[in-house]
Nanobody
């Protein structure tokens, strides 16, 4: 069982940066691949970024590639999402998710554990 708690969201101006954190409980965090998803008002939840449990492989949605960076610190049981050059269309609730193993999971249905989400609002 893994519990995830996101933090770091808030209000930021377009062009600004925000770093989200997702703290995980449990002693086997290093064995979990992690994903970030987001859901804007009136829209379905969408994939943002993924990192393999080993930390050596990542994948990004085209909409955030080059602007967002996923990273992890297994010693702190934490995964991060650094978001730069933010745009108003990045406004959403951001969720982290976890699944044991190393598959490249890009769909939300493939994840077993979810955080409660953190709101990011980008003003124009």
């Amino acid at each position: 069982q893994v519990q995830l708690v996101e933090s770091g969201g808030g209000l930021v101006q377009a062009g600004g940066s925000v770093r989200l954190s997702c703290a995980a409980s449990g002693r086997t965090f290093s064995r979990y691949s992690m994903g970030w998803f987001r859901q804007a008002p009136g829209k379905e939840r969408e994939f943002v970024a993924w990192m393999k449990w080993s930390g050596d492989t990542t994948y990004y949605a085209d909409s955030v590639k080059g602007r967002f960076t996923i990273s992890r610190d297994n010693a702190k049981n934490t995964v991060y999402l650094q978001m730069n050059s933010l745009k108003p269309e990045d406004t959403a609730v951001y969720y982290c998710a976890a699944r044991l193993g190393g598959g490249e999971w890009l769909a939300d249905r493939e994840y077993d554990y979810w955080g409660q989400g953190t709101q990011v609002t980008v003003s124009s």
